[in-house]
């Protein structure tokens, strides 16, 4: 997997995450390209909980974010975090932005929340679907269980292209897991 960080920022991740009171379950596969999907994504709190594993597993992961949120102070900390401003407005070529940057790295993984919203969506956002395929990269699926405090590695899937038929199988697998807001939680029915 990609690799970033030093004793320093691994040491603070493990004294944050034992702070909080989190555990990792589960085992990274041995893939140098991932598309990453974390789920379900229902507070601010996915993003303080994930943060700490990745410095504590020095782990160089890159996540899309929509732009607005990049401002200061937070931009040099969410850029040297691995975050990547996005534009929203722009949906299909970001599919195909994301998956040009797999093809020009020899180790890459993204990670995508697929409900795109802390709130109540009707449906997930099938974008990284789409740009799991179009890369040709296996999609690893890793949930927040709030309810045991757990980082939860479930399983790898490899797009079909039938982009609805996956979005079932993925929210299947997601839906024993429950987020810190378990009321915003997409009824797992779909696709946009």
């Known amino acids: ?3 970033v960080g030093n004793w320093f920022t691994q040491g603070l991740g493990l004294l944050i995450v034992k702070i909080l009171g989190w555990r990792f379950d589960g085992n990274f596969p041995a893939e140098k390209k991932l598309m990453v999907a974390l789920a379900p994504h229902t507070s601010n709190w996915d993003f303080v ?3 700490p594993f990745i410095l504590a597993l020095k782990l160089k992961a890159s996540w899309l974010m929509k732009k607005e949120a990049f401002f200061f102070p937070f931009k040099g900390l969410f ?5 990547i401003p996005t534009d929203r407005s ?4 970001m599919a195909k932005q994301v998956a040009s940057q797999f093809k020009q790295n020899e180790k890459m993984w993204v990670a995508l929340t697929p409900e ?3 709130k109540k969506a009707t449906k997930w956002k099938n974008g990284f679907l ?6 040709d990269v296996p ?3 890793i949930a927040w269980d709030f309810p045991t405090k757990r980082i939860c590695i479930d399983s790898l899937y490899r797009t079909t292209g039938n982009f609805e038929a996956d979005m079932q199988e993925v929210q299947r697998r997601f839906s024993k897991y429950r987020g810190r807001n378990p ?5 797992l029915v779909g696709s946009e």
């Open 1 to 3: 997997m990609p690799r």
């Open 49 to 51: 909980v994930a943060m």
């Open 79 to 83: 850029m040297a975090l691995g975050g």
């Open 90 to 93: 722009a949906a299909g070529g």
């Open 116 to 118: 795109g919203t802390r």
């Open 130 to 135: 789409r740009i799991a395929h179009a890369a």
């Open 139 to 141: 999609v690893l699926l």
């Open 183 to 187: 009321e915003n939680q997409t009824e």
